[in-house]
């Protein structure tokens, strides 16, 4: 199928500001879709809030626009109805983290079979630029006119530690790879978390003296290297890129139908 | 002095005037802008407190909740879907008679997303014990948050300000902001009754068994009903030191009126200018603004709807099942009351459509070429399809 016929037409144009890298994150994600030969009716996207949760009406999935940070919620919910069905589930780093912070590290801990992507531009876009759980110290926002105190949180390994199977991190400069780790993601059987570093020029940006979009993606290509890389070594500041962790557990709906198996004991 | 205000920079401009010292909020619009000026109203010095942006409007009102109970005064701000997430602590803030001031910016719920005006938010948390004052414009904002104050710290509730999403929250005006010596004069520092004291520690929120939770329930319904008197004392006072107040309510020419509009927030507005021209043409026709909702202020609306055969009321909201919620506690306050009008009902506006000058006209003809109102609300402008 062409990637065209995976969206709704009559949602364009979209709402997002030139040079915004969700636009990116909804096409490579597209193509992931398409080398997998996913039809249009196995695919439901779930999403809260947020600039990012607009993919929803982007494209020609089942999908559900929900709840600013219960995104995870909802999907949990149709997974455990629909479990034949593939769930993804893209959100804003503020949807995902500080509202939905919760939800997150519980879908996580029960590791049930959902594809969740963090596009994360460390700030509330779609409000207008306040800082957010992963705007980390030292950053500007509208909310910190002097600079963030504020902590972040480090979503890779924050996902690990509740219980996520497969963690992954890109950004919006390597394309190729978004394509090729949600691919993953979707096929792994659990709960998957993509972080992708994506640019928000016209708050982040424009707040933190990051320049244009594309001067931000040469940044995420510089602050960025492959796991495991011999640049890391030698200048640990760098962000580690491709998939951090992947193991096999049991999964949720799996598990549900085996204990269903045995209270039913073979009737 | 006048200045032209953003209605969002009313509420702040007055936080900062009435030196709140904590203030914890989660952005959603249309309320941003009014968390974004306190931010730099406290980065910048302005305003001596602390300011916190959480992580939801759960832990906003719960941080505040937390703060108010040390005996400090306390700020936050929401919107629709974020009101409809703290409503748990909502009840939480009046029960444990916290004097936390709010203010709300009316917006429409979801599904179908909407961030336009809409009062069913505000509206729906009608029960959890938040005195509630809807304002007309900018300085009417400004001036009842700093009231708000006075009436929280004496009475021991909290109290909602709301105003309308976009026509309010967004729009210029002048407004006259007093200056700090006189309105410290008006609110002088708080005095927490119910405090965390470190010299004598207590218990709150433990466990109330039924021999002794109706008593601290009644106690709450006795609170609102010194609600009315306490605000028309500092209504007075506030007139006194800057010669403007607003009333419970607030009639126009209802005296020898045979129709009444009734209307709140921002419709009042549009409604003065619509009243104008039906007097023009020689309608008796009059207005009924109600700017305080909880408590309901039963007695003032019988006073000045006394004598009126009809009256009209506009509500922005709706109370699905049951129709506008203005118009069902006008409705029960005219009740057992034999001198009472009709009472006919109107949904209009909803989700921020428009509601204009001839919009009111067309409720008031309405009203006056029928006998009887219909069971009903009736809504105005639906798309024919
Ligand atoms: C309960 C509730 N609170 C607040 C909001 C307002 N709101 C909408 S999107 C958003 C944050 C958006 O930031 P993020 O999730 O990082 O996504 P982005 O827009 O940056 O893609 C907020 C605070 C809301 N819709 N609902």
Redesign the pocket.
Known sequence: MAIKDYLRERFFPHMWCPGCG?GIVLNNMLRSIEQLGLSKNEIVMVS??????RISGYVDFHTLHT???RALAFATGVKLGLPELNVIVP??????L??GGNHFIHAARRNIDITAIV?N?R?????GG?F?PLSGIGTMATTAPFRNIDHDFDVAELSKAAGATFVARTTTFHAKQITDIIKQAILHEGFSVVEILTQ?PTYFGRKNREGSASNMMELYKKNTTPIGSQAKQENPELIERGILHEVEAPEYCNEYDKIIKAAMKGK | MKQVLEGSHAVSEAVRLARVQVISA????PQTHIVEAISEQCSSGRLAARFMCVE??HSAMASVIGAASGGVRTFTATS???L??MHELLHWASGARLPIVMAEVNRALAPGWNIWVDQTDSLSQRDTGWIQLYCEDGQEVLDTTLLAYRLAEEINLPVMVILDAFFLSHTYEPVDIPDQEQVDEFLPPIEAKIILDTADPFALGQMVPPGAYMEMRHDIQLAMERVPTTYQQMDGLFAELFGRSYGDVDSVLCDDADIVLVVSGTVTGTCRQALADLRSLGEKAGMLKIKMFRPFPNEPIRRALKGVSKIAVVDRNCSFGAGGIFAQEIRSALCNFETGPLVYSYIAGLGGRDITGDTLKEIYYRTKSSEMPEMHSVWIGLNQE
């Open positions: 969700h809260g809030i947020g600039c990012s949760s709840i600013h940070g959100m804003g780093d503020g949807d995902a500080a509202i596009m531009n700030i509330y876009g779609m409000t306040q957010s928000c | 989660y952005p959603i619009t939801s409007e629709g879907q974020g409809a997430y």
